[in-house]
């Protein structure tokens, strides 16, 4: 167990709302991550930070933001939600290991419906 | 494009029996391959891990061959078990900011 939790684990919203998801973790992990998981699609890589205030985008970031303004927490901004946004979203963190992997670790998700 | 893919969306074995789960990649500067198994309404969890620079890695019943010329990755369960079922995803690691790029998954059922 990572120490990783969402919140909420369930939301429903209407198009056009501001949506936040907030991913938490205990252990002060440097990198953490949002994934979006649709069917066939696995899992994609909406946005990544490796410290304090320092993001990136992944591969599917159109639509979302991200804030980190301490260690532990993690936000991810649907600005305007879209019914393309519906989704379960996980939160992730990176831990080096001793095979050198750098396995990721997963949070519970969050499954979002957009009406 | 993808550049990890499962081409199989699902397998069905009995109990007791091999489940071979397959992966292909694009990318040949991927330095690690990874496999999650995930069960419904849970997060994604490590099963198991392979440099590129291995051919093979086990860990009990669960052994993940590597073959690079074909860039092509496999996992074998051996034996089966009930409780494996579940959608197994691979993942590729990159060289930028421990990013891994996942396949589609395939979902398995272990038949008793």
């Known amino acids: 167990d990572a120490g990783i939790t969402q919140s909420p684990r369930h939301k429903v919203t209407e198009t056009g709302t501001p949506v936040t998801l907030r991913c938490h973790q205990t252990?002060?992990?440097?990198?953490m991550y949002w994934y979006r998981q649709d069917p066939g699609h696995g899992l994609r890589l909406i946005h990544y930070?490796?410290?304090?205030?320092?993001?990136d985008k992944g591969e599917v970031s159109d639509g979302y933001s991200v804030s980190r303004s301490k260690t532990e927490d993690f936000l991810l901004t649907l600005e305007s939600a879209t019914s393309s946004q519906t989704s379960v979203y996980f939160c992730?963190?990176?831990?080096?290991?001793?095979?050198?992997?750098?396995?990721?670790?997963f949070g519970p998700g969050t499954r979002l419906t957009v009406l | 494009d993808q550049q990890v893919k499962q081409n199989s969306p699902s397998l069905s074995v009995q109990e007791g029996r091999i489940s071979i789960l397959n992966c292909d990649y694009t990318?040949?500067?991927?330095?690690?391959f990874l496999w999650y198994k995930k069960y419904p309404a849970e997060g994604p969890t490590f099963l198991i891990s392979?440099?590129?620079?291995?051919d093979k890695n086990e860990d009990g019943r669960f052994t993940v061959f590597l073959n690079k010329s074909a860039k092509h990755l496999s996992l074998h369960i051996v034996p089966s078990q009930p409780g494996d079922s579940a959608v197994y995803f691979c993942?590729?690691?990159?060289?930028?900011?421990?990013?891994?790029?996942f396949g589609g998954g395939t979902r398995l059922m272990v038949k008793p």
């Open positions: 992730a963190i990176s831990v080096s290991g001793t095979t050198g992997s750098n396995e990721q670790f």
């Open positions: 392979i440099s590129s620079i291995k």
């Open positions: 993942a590729a690691r990159g060289n930028a900011g421990n990013m891994l790029t």
């Open positions: 990318n040949s500067m991927f330095d690690y």
């Open positions: 252990e002060n992990h440097r990198y």
């Open positions: 930070s490796y410290g304090v205030k320092d993001t």
